[in-house]
């Protein structure tokens, strides 16, 4: 399980850009077990613009509308993005949910079941600062599942196999395993190969989605 988490702040409005990425890994998934794909997803670059057209192309995603819908509204505005940037990336859907979360956290995405949850305080926020580190976060919890689903035996659509060899020993708990900040620090976990990547992608997405 991936979580994302604030660092140090009282309330996700008070200072986003304290915000932070804390991830924990639970039991491998049985859902996307067999799932294959022969065609190669695009490269980090494309699927990166790729996304930032879709969110241009849903008017009810961006900030001066975003405000005028409702929680089930947003919930399903994010549900349609997801289904569309899954298509980009090669992977199946993930179901999205919102939900109460502890102080700080911001989202996560699990392989247990396959989901991605936001933190409900984040969606239903008409702050542009927590708006656009919402955005944020939904796009770089949804370059785990990516990840992952490349690290299964027949599954890879990832053009780059070294990314994938250095993913798959990360996710490997009798290789490298994934590094916690609390068991490991916040230094090991902030550059273990997973997270970096995909902090690296929500950022090529951000920028082209114009929220940077």
């Not at 102080?103 to 984040?122: I, K, P, V, W």
Request: proline share 4%; net charge negative; glycine share 4%.
């Amino acid at each position: 399980m991936f979580f994302e988490e604030l660092e140090d702040v009282q309330n996700v409005t008070d200072d986003v850009e304290s915000m932070d990425d804390i991830g924990e890994v639970a039991p491998e998934a049985q859902a996307m077990e067999g799932v294959e794909s022969v065609e190669p997803a695009p490269s980090m670059e494309i699927q990166a613009k790729e996304i930032s057209e879709v969110f241009l192309d849903h008017p009810e995603l961006q900030f001066e509308n975003w405000q005028q819908l409702s929680p089930e509204e947003r919930m399903e505005a994010l549900q349609s993005f997801e289904n569309e940037v899954a298509a980009i990336e090669h992977r199946e859907a993930l179901p999205v949910y919102e939900e109460p979360m502890q102080e700080g956290l911001l989202g996560y995405f699990t392989e247990a079941d396959y989901s991605l949850h936001m933190n409900q305080d984040l969606v239903e926020s008409n702050d542009y600062e927590v708006y656009a580190k919402m955005m944020e976060t939904f796009v770089h919890e949804g370059r785990h599942p990516y990840q992952y689903v490349n690290t299964l035996e027949g599954c890879q659509v990832e053009q780059n196999s070294e990314w994938v060899n250095v993913w798959t020993k990360n996710f490997d708990e009798g290789d490298w395993g994934y590094r916690t900040a609390a068991e490991y620090g916040y230094d090991d976990y902030y550059m273990q190969p997973i997270e970096v990547d995909a902090r690296a992608f929500a950022e090529e997405a951000m920028e082209s989605m114009g929220l940077r």
